[in-house]
């Protein structure tokens, strides 16, 4: 015996329920099917072949991800997630539980049916719970953009029953499958609103409602001008002082002496040099992220010029921590994070090449160049035996995993520091992988993670270079990192205001 069950074939007994709502069915479809719908047939059709395959939410999400918002590329990736579950689970358990045929098409229009008719089983639909999976995916992820699918998705769905190729039932089946497998990949990846920085400890800072008192300096050197348009649209008196890579630190310190609030707009690199200027002056500081990964602004809860302004007119901030580093001389402050070892090898290689050949090939030429290298980069000393090391790595703050997403720091004023180290030994880039993979939380013979207030390195060899929020420096000797706890006040838009 087979357990498929045929929903079309009446087994004996009294089955009033299921009898009503098959009869229902078949009443909606030869409805839909007598229904003259004018203005769907030449769009409808074609929105059905366009979403085979997937192929109409792969290009949407593309689109999305064109737009170069951290929440549109968020949303896109989320879309297509969870499209891919819900693709999974009906091919491999809807269609094959239960065995429904696909409806008689004589009741349809000659000029709705599709050339080429499906072969697979009629219940629930794949292409409706496609369309419902990425709509769903897209919308808990950025409302904004889900109400600019929605229509779309709804469209796709409604088209099969259009074209005689679905029930009514088999698209409402395939939506909910397709809504609920989004809802799955959120537990297993939670979106950015589920995990909101904590708005502690807030800073008392003064409101500028039309940005008066803000000085803004951006670097034009990561393609800054879009985002500073933005601002000053929000913040109309806001001065913003736009300059080439080698004059930001000069203009950020001018900027720090007449301003009411420092702004910066740059990548990482750019962010560390307005933090320590800021940390000098005793002024507030204004993050509009304008680098290529800007995990400052981001873990903060700023991701472009609305979160940013919306901050400045409400005089909404917190205080948060920053770390700094000393030893022979040299001393640093860091946002983000520090590290010795295979890191700042590959920063030092990437900057050697990247004039030639570009920025990515230069990081993907770097990395190969380092971890061929038949040396580790660092050494230290447990138990009065010295042992190899790839990377020692110190966060600003704790940084947590989300589900299967890449760690984040949700909270920048818990007084810690990340640390991770991965231990020498062969092949370092498995090593490596295996360590970013696993998370901060794991022992194992490869890398272990500790997180401290406080750490001293010693013996730490003469040339050794250190990497703090992608810029490189040599340390020797004695190095010490410390917090500086709450130092620093930046601007963010607070939750539930």
Known sequence: MSPDADLTARRPGPRLLRDSLLALDSRLFDFAAGRHWPAAEPVLPRLSRSANHGVLWFATAAAMAASRTPRSRRAAARGLASLTLASLTINTLGKRSVRRTRPVLDPVPLVRQLKRQPITTSFPSGHAASAAAFATGVALESPTWGAAVAPVAWSVALSWVYTGVHFPSDVLAGAALGAGAAFAVRGLVPTRAQVVPPARPRAQVPALPDGEGLVMVANTASGTADRVRALHDGLPLAEIVECEPRDVRAELEKAAARATVLGVCGGDGTVNAAAEIALRHGVPLAVLPGGTLNHFAYDLGVEGARDLTRAVRQGEAVRVDA????????????????????????????????????????????????????????????????RPLWLLFVGNGTYHRMGLAPGRRTDLADGRFDVRVVHGGRRPALRLLAAAVAGPLTRSPAHAAVQVGRLHLSGVAPGTLLAYDGEVTEVEGEVTLEKLPEALTVYRPLPGN
Do not use: I, K, Q
């Open 323 to 386: 770390g700094r580093f000393s030893g022979d001389g040299r001393e640093g402050v860091f946002v983000n994070a520090c590290s010795l070892g295979v890191y700042p090898e590959l920063v030092r290689e990437r900057e050697r090449w990247s004039r030639r050949v570009g920025g990515w090939p230069a990081g993907v030429l770097g990395a190969l160049r380092v971890l061929r290298a038949d040396r580790h980069p660092l050494e230290a000393e447990f138990g009065g035996r010295a």
